[in-house]
């Protein structure tokens, strides 16, 4: 039996929080915002962190623990670890693609692709069962669209929202850096030392989030995968951009209601697939 399941999450920021990634193209990187009616009707833009940065997160994580359990290195396809890990590109069919049939097993045995969907096999995108919210700081300007009570003192946006700098150092005329193969020093090749100074827009560690993860009709071995996958991001999640240099980290608290259909049962995805390892496999080679 399928069934139907949201969990309602809060976010705490135990980093400061960044959108973008390290390849922004531009010294100044600033944070991606929406505008937010407030309630005498004008709009206000507001620093909202995409859906899609939080789906992109919990698609890796949900790639590393099945890839631990079935041990797929060097076994499949390049675009079925691309499909895995970032949900893939449309490519021309190679081989027999991916029927009907084929499809629906595929996402018997491949739960990341049950969850998440995925594009491969030549064939129209491979729909998943996973809805995800984007996630909204509580600010004074969205606390009109927030679900959850909060009696603590409100910011607003502008107040909470800053610049961080950071500098980078081109030290190629000194003498610790490497030779060349050329010869000497490269700075006798390139010139002078350089010093790049970096700015990011990020929201501050202790704000907090709202949003949401849903599964849509789904059954209950994906049900038990993602409750792993979520479970592995509650404790050590990291939202956003630049998680190498320290952002975005966060803890996450939520809340789990079924929607439609009966309580999941109790299964453990790794008992059920383990022993299906070489089916697995073989479904992902599918996705070429």
């Not at 979520?230 to 240099?245: K, M, P, T, Y």
Request: charged share 25%; glycine share 12%.
């Amino acid at each position: 039996m399928r069934s139907t399941v949201r969990w309602d999450v809060e976010l705490t920021a135990l980093s400061s929080i960044s959108q973008k990634g390290e390849d922004s193209g531009t010294t100044t990187t600033l944070f991606r915002r929406e505008p937010v009616i407030q309630p005498d009707g004008k709009p206000v833009l507001v620093p909202i962190v995409s859906g899609n940065s939080l789906r992109g997160g919990l698609r890796r994580i949900a790639e590393e623990l099945f890839r631990d359990v079935i041990g797929y290195e060097q076994q499949i396809p390049l675009s079925a670890a691309h499909a895995l890990r970032n949900g893939g590109s449309l490519t021309k069919v190679t081989g027999d693609g991916l029927t009907g049939r084929r499809r629906k097993r595929l996402r018997e045995l491949v739960p990341p692709i049950g969850v998440f969907g995925g594009n491969g096999g030549g064939q129209p995108p491979i729909d998943g069962c996973l809805k995800v919210g984007k996630v909204v700081p509580r600010v004074r300007e969205t606390e009109t669209i927030m679900t959850r009570a909060y009696d603590g003192r409100l910011m607003s946006q502008f107040e909470l929202v800053s610049l961080e700098s950071y500098s980078r150092f081109d030290d190629t005329d000194t003498r610790a850096f490497p030779e060349s193969s050329a010869g000497g020093g490269a700075g006798k090749d390139v010139g002078s030392s350089m010093l790049m100074r970096f700015e990011v827009e990020t929201i501050p560690a202790g704000t907090r989030f709202e949003t949401f993860v849903r599964l849509d009709r789904a059954t209950p071995l994906e049900i038990s995968f993602f409750t792993d996958v979520w479970g592995r991001f509650a404790r050590d999640g990291f939202l956003g951009g630049r998680s190498a240099i320290g952002h975005g980290r966060v803890r996450a608290e939520s809340d789990r209601v079924v929607l439609a259909g009966p309580d999941p049962q109790s299964v453990d995805w790794r008992v059920e697939l383990a022993p299906l390892r070489d089916e697995v496999i073989e479904a992902l080679c599918w996705l070429t």
